[in-house]
């Protein structure tokens, strides 16, 4: 089983991939995961319309470093001219790799304006809509999609197969309906539906928060490759750790405390340099309680986080902990001597 698969004509050098976070996923996170080694990165979804208008931060979201390449950009929309659009924007005037098209966020400002989960009640929909941006771009065309509305709607090989025949290179695939939002089990079952009943690569999304959960997904429902999410917030050595698991079958160790800090101010300089010191402070506060989680008397540090307003701040807060955590494992050291 070769770890390199390919969407259209982009080679993917593993079977790993960093999934698209609204909020999240933006060139600082995604660069980090890139080097604990996720073969494919996906940027936070972006609106068709707010990208047609010129909006600017919709524009400054288009921002790709090539040392994330390859990578797949997400855009999400209602109607099929702007989504056209967009997607003829992103294939001419972005470096990135990949066009993905969202089908799948849950959340109801997307589905009230006819994006999102909202196709998945429509496989004629989904048809029309990937084959109009299939025929308008250059780039592969990829969709990510959930198993359908809910228990009583899931239409996901009937969707998938209708992407699959509109043109689209790739389908990931979260194991989830849109009523589950991220709650409850994913169903690989279905996802293993959908990889036998269609040719082009599959993806396969929900619960994969371990190597040996990424291994069970790959085995039991014989995608091409993972995604993984949610499980890599303030923890991009998931990505590294499942990577060398499926390709050696050794599990390498979680990082320590020191590591985990040292990537976390590694992060911030990089929002840092994305959206300028004081924006990149304030969205820290959330990856910093992430980075921090499982670390013994975290929450004074956290707290402290919540209040810094500058770089300088954060860094004196994490070195000061770095510090503590040394003493403290110095003197339990002494008292079991």
């Known amino acids: 089983m070769t770890d390199i698969f390919k969407i259209g004509d982009v080679e993917i050098s593993n079977r790993v991939v960093l999934a698209p976070m609204a909020g999240v996923s933006n060139a600082a996170f995604r660069l980090t995961v890139k080097e604990f080694g996720a073969g494919l990165v996906c940027a936070e979804m972006i609106s068709d319309k707010a990208l047609l208008a010129g909006n600017e931060r919709t524009m400054k979201m288009l921002y790709i470093d090539e040392n994330e390449r390859p990578m797949s950009l997400q855009i999400f929309g209602g109607e099929k001219d702007t989504l056209v659009e967009a997607a003829k924007y992103v294939d001419q005037n972005t470096n990135a790799d990949i066009i993905d098209i969202n089908m799948g966020c849950p959340v109801s400002k997307i589905i009230r304006c006819e994006a999102g989960a909202r196709w998945l009640l429509d496989p004629e929909k989904i048809y029309e809509m990937v084959k109009a941006v299939t025929g308008s771009v250059s780039k592969p065309v990829t969709v990510k999609m959930r198993t359908g509305w809910d228990d009583d709607h899931i239409y996901a090989v009937e969707n998938a197969r209708m992407a699959e025949r509109a043109g689209a290179a790739a389908i990931s695939m979260h194991g989830r309906t849109r009523v589950q939002m991220y709650e409850g089990e994913a169903d690989w079952k279905i996802i293993r539906q959908v990889?036998?009943?269609?040719?082009i690569p599959v993806i396969g999304n929900g619960d994969v928060s371990s190597p040996e959960l990424a291994r069970a997904m790959l085995e039991e429902?014989?995608?091409d490759a993972v995604m993984i999410g949610r499980a890599a917030l303030g923890n991009p050595w998931i990505i590294y750790r499942t990577v060398h698991y499926l390709e050696t079958g050794e599990l390498i160790d979680e990082p320590d405390y020191e590591s985990k800090i040292e990537v976390m101010k590694l992060h911030m300089d990089r929002l840092i340099h994305l959206k300028g010191e004081k924006i990149?402070?304030?969205?820290?506060?959330?990856?910093a309680s992430w980075y921090l989680k499982g670390i013994k008397g975290n929450g004074h540090v956290r707290k402290a986080i919540n209040q810094a307003m500058t770089r300088e701040e954060v860094i004196r807060i994490a070195d000061d902990f770095i510090v503590e955590l040394k003493e403290r494992q110095e003197?339990?050291?002494v008292q079991k001597n």
């Open 221 to 223: 429902t014989g995608v």
């Open 280 to 287: 990149a402070v304030m969205e820290m506060r959330k990856h």
């Open 331 to 333: 003197e339990s050291a």
């Open 195 to 199: 990889k036998e009943a269609v040719d």
